[in-house]
């Protein structure tokens, strides 16, 4: 018998040779009409090579064996779990391991052996969640940029919450056309606090003001996603600032000063646990007896009540009206409004300090996109062609 003959020549031929002859006792096992004995001879001694000392021999298997269907499964999954030089071919692409096989693989939370899984062919949406779960963030980017795998959102949400501070995969994620608001502002959630952990760290700002910043930066950034956000899309929006705390009465007042009345009503909606069509009614009802019950109902605080109430008058006063911008940033005619009709009665000083900040901010945009309209128009007119003498004279003449 062949295989017998190879079994007595194995045990003294050297390393590379052994090599050689297990490939070839390999390609043999796949290929050639070999009977049913000698098949199950030739699987016992490749079984026997698992405990070959050299890694140039199990290697040689696992090269041989890696794409195909009718390799022994009992030496596959023997040779996944080598060391990783032998078991990489099988990770990257044996369809003989299956979903178990690859979740215990990734569990066993080798760094190596997770970021070849992640980057298999047609990747199932259960190994794909485990990636999600236990991998390094190496693997999770891996993962998102393997076009192959089926990724669930819950699974892009799980590597936004343990990796979205680092920036190829914020980069990746954000890249994506298909990723949802709530997902995307989660994302600029945590560039903000990585910023302000930053900015601490080499003591720019101490760790209060850092906070403050980053918080109004968050809050600056994620109403201009909003004003991007379809319709369908805002009230998913605003659930997911109510889970991750950001859904507080500063954001809503910058988004009601900014003209965003829909975030304003489906955040009213989550809070008070009305449906939008009643709460829609009260916002726009002249009676603002509706909409006091509405914010009471809502939980917000008390002292920034005035403001709100302040931003609905003006609103029904038509002061919006001819704004350009959309609804991405602070309105500057909305705010003083705002403090003109706070100012004529007590109001709290940490609201009237909101809103001044909330002015400055608003002129200050406005004379930025004042500037920018000047420079634009600036240089359409030098790119326009002057009129040579010979041309104006003819006018002239005429």
Request: hydrophobic share 50%; charged share 25%.
């Amino acid at each position: 018998m062949i295989v017998r003959q190879f079994l007595h020549w194995v045990r003294a031929a050297r390393p590379g040779e052994r090599a050689e002859a297990t490939s070839a006792l390999a390609r043999a096992y796949l290929h050639s009409d070999l009977s049913v004995d000698d098949l199950a001879a030739a699987e016992g001694a490749m079984i026997m090579l698992l405990d070959d000392p050299s890694p140039l021999v199990r290697q040689a298997m696992a090269d041989v064996f890696a794409s195909s269907q009718k390799a022994p499964p009992v030496v596959v999954h023997a040779l996944a779990s080598d060391q990783f030089e032998v078991a990489q071919p099988l990770l990257d692409r044996s369809p003989l391991l299956g979903d178990d096989d690859l979740v215990d693989l990734i569990k066993a939370g080798k760094p190596p052996v997770q970021l070849a899984i992640a980057g298999r062919p047609l990747l199932t949406t259960t190994v794909a969640a485990t990636i999600a779960e236990e991998a390094t963030a190496e693997a999770c980017l891996t993962l998102l940029e393997n076009s192959e795998a089926n990724i669930t959102l819950s699974s892009v949400e799980r590597i936004i919450d343990r990796f979205g501070h680092l920036a190829p995969v914020r980069e990746n994620l954000l890249a994506r056309d298909d990723l949802p608001m709530s997902m995307r502002q989660a994302l600029l959630s945590k560039l903000s606090r990585t910023l302000a952990g930053f900015v601490t760290e080499r003591q720019w700002l101490g760790p209060q003001h850092a906070e403050y910043a980053a918080r109004e930066a968050c809050e600056k950034a994620t109403l201009a996603l909003a004003a991007e956000t379809p319709y369908e899309e805002v009230g998913e929006l605003v659930q997911h600032l109510r889970r991750s705390g950001q859904l507080t009465a500063g954001m809503l007042l910058r988004g009601l000063l900014s003209g965003n009345v829909v975030l304003f009503e489906e955040a009213l909606a989550e809070l008070s646990q009305l449906s939008i069509d009643r709460v829609t009614g009260h916002v726009h009802d002249k009676n603002l007896a509706g909409f006091r019950a509405l914010y009471l109902k809502a939980e917000l605080p008390e002292i920034a009540y005035p403001a709100f109430r302040a931003a609905l008058t003006a609103l029904r006063e038509g002061v919006l009206v001819g704004e350009s911008g959309g609804a991405a940033r602070l309105k500057r005619r909305m705010v003083e409004r705002v403090i003109d009709l706070c100012a004529a009665e007590p109001c709290d000083t940490a609201l009237f300090a909101l809103l001044r900040r909330f002015a400055v901010e608003a002129a200050r945009e406005e004379a930025r996109l004042f500037c920018d309209d000047l420079v634009a128009d600036a240089a359409i007119g030098a790119r326009r062609p002057a009129m040579t003498p010979a041309i104006t004279d003819a006018r002239v003449a005429a």
